[in-house]
């Protein structure tokens, strides 16, 4: 029989209805405090993952922080040796232009020197070979300007 039976109906409408309030009364209070709990969870993971993002941020600002002063640490240190390397480049130069100065001048007085010695050996070999060949004896005097032209004019070739 396909017919409505209201008895039925509302017997199954009183039946659902004690089951709404079985389950209301016993069950629905601990499925909310659950869901709840799970909510606030939720909620908490979500705050953590948020302050890891955060912290995270704060660290990468932090690390390229200290890069960029390690870079401009480097960069001062590197333009300090540049400079010192220089400055050493420099007095270096100075010192070796120096030496050779103080070389050439000991040098130029050396040869001055033995040009001196030179000269008056120069002048007792002429003094000596013009005494033998002029066979008189002149007086010092003369002879000694005679001796001096005389190496002037070797030196002078001798220069040439």
């Given at each position: 029989?396909?017919?409505?039976d209201?008895k039925k109906f509302i ?6 209805l004690?089951?709404i309030?079985i389950l209301?009364?016993f069950?629905?209070n601990k499925i909310l405090?659950i869901?709840e709990e799970?909510?606030k969870?939720?909620?908490e993971?979500i ?12 660290t990468?600002l ?6 960029e ?8 240190i590197?333009?300090?040796?540049e400079?010192k390397?220089?400055e050493?480049i420099k007095?270096?130069k ?9 070389g050439?001048?000991m ?9 001196q ?12 070979a013009?005494?033998?060949?002029l066979?008189k ?6 002879q ?5 032209k005389a190496?002037?004019v070797?030196i002078?070739?001798v220069?040439e």
């Open positions: 029989m396909l017919g409505f209201i017997f199954s409408i009183i039946n659902f004690i089951f309030f209301k009364k069950l629905l405090i869901l799970r909510q969870r939720i909620k993971s705050e953590e993952v948020e302050n890891a993002k955060k912290k995270v941020e704060e990468n932090e690390r390229e922080r200290i890069i002063n390690a870079e401009i640490e480097a960069s001062k590197q333009k300090a040796a400079e390397s220089e050493i007095k270096a100075e010192e070796a232009s120096k030496i050779i100065k103080e050439r001048e040098i130029e007085r050396e040869k001055e020197e033995k040009m010695g030179l000269k008056k050996q120069l002048i007792e070999l002429v003094a000596l013009t005494k033998k060949v066979d004896v002149v007086e010092e005097k003369e000694r300007v005679l001796v001096e190496v002037e070797c002078e070739s220069r």
